[in-house]
């Protein structure tokens, strides 16, 4: 019986390192998932103010870092960047229509994104009325690569190399309107009773605190005349 429980455990320790080999050779066999620039914002409703946040990864197989990267609007009637510790912005606007096409970061001198990294880029716009709203990227690198992130999602549904940011605008609007608030209900209840207390005068106090003074001396002389006469008392029965 013993040899036969040991049996099985040898058979069942060998199947677990099998299968943990099996597990790490395809884990390491898999290719790594890429990574893309990706868009969120809070809430985003059609037609309304929000921030648009880009998350931008570092993705230089030779150490290179990303060192400018810009996004075209949709025309938007405003626009606003964060500011951003060792990065400029600029807004590139139609001075005709007033609108602002496009926003542009640019890495400070020995700033950038490293490959092990990845940035936010955060700017406040006004949504279009619209669904949804598709926002092309370019990515520049310091050894001169350039990457747009510009393709549309493939037929049936599939991913391209290099998709475009979509914010998809499903958000609820939120009324920015006053509203008054209801007046209040007219009052059933009976009117207070109007406040009849008497505040003592000056003299009435002073009176009533001395009055009080010489009832506490005379009982105090009481007391100590009761003292006198028990002391006496119990000296006479001893």
């Keep these: 019986m013993r040899s036969k429980l040991r049996a099985s455990s040898r058979a069942l320790v060998a199947a677990a390192i099998t299968g943990a080999a099996l597990s790490i050779t395809v884990a390491a066999g898999a290719p790594p998932a890429s990574a893309h620039v990706h868009v969120d914002a ?5 037609g309304s103010t929000t921030v648009l946040t880009f998350r931008v990864p570092g993705e230089s197989d030779g150490g290179a870092l990303t060192t400018q990267f810009s996004v075209t609007l949709p025309d938007v009637a405003s626009a606003r960047t ?5 990065w400029t912005a600029r807004l590139d606007r139609d001075a005709g ?3 602002v096409r496009s ?4 890495a400070g001198p020995s700033t950038g994104i490293s490959g092990e990294q990845f940035a ?10 619209q669904p949804s709203v598709t926002l092309p990227a370019t990515q520049t690198y310091s050894d001169g690569k350039v990457v747009r992130w510009d393709q549309a999602p493939l037929p049936g549904g599939g991913e391209p190399e290099y998709p475009a940011p979509v914010l998809a ?9 006053d509203h008054p608030a209801p007046s209040a209900a007219p009052s ?3 009117p207070a009773a109007p406040d009849v207390s008497v505040t003592a005068t000056p003299q009435e106090s002073a009176s009533t605190g001395d009055d ?14 009761v003292a006198v006469v028990a002391s006496i008392l119990r000296r006479k029965s001893a």
């Design 42 to 46: 809070a809430n985003p409703a059609p």
């Design 82 to 86: 964060e500011v951003m510790p060792g």
């Design 97 to 99: 229509a007033g609108t």
């Design 103 to 106: 926003v542009t970061w640019t």
């Design 120 to 129: 936010l880029f955060r700017v406040s716009v006004t949504l279009p009325d």
């Design 169 to 177: 605008l499903t958000g609820t609007a939120e009324d920015g309107h």
């Design 188 to 190: 059933t209840a009976p």
């Design 212 to 225: 009080t003074a010489r009832w506490l001396a005379g009982g105090a002389l009481v007391l100590a005349a």
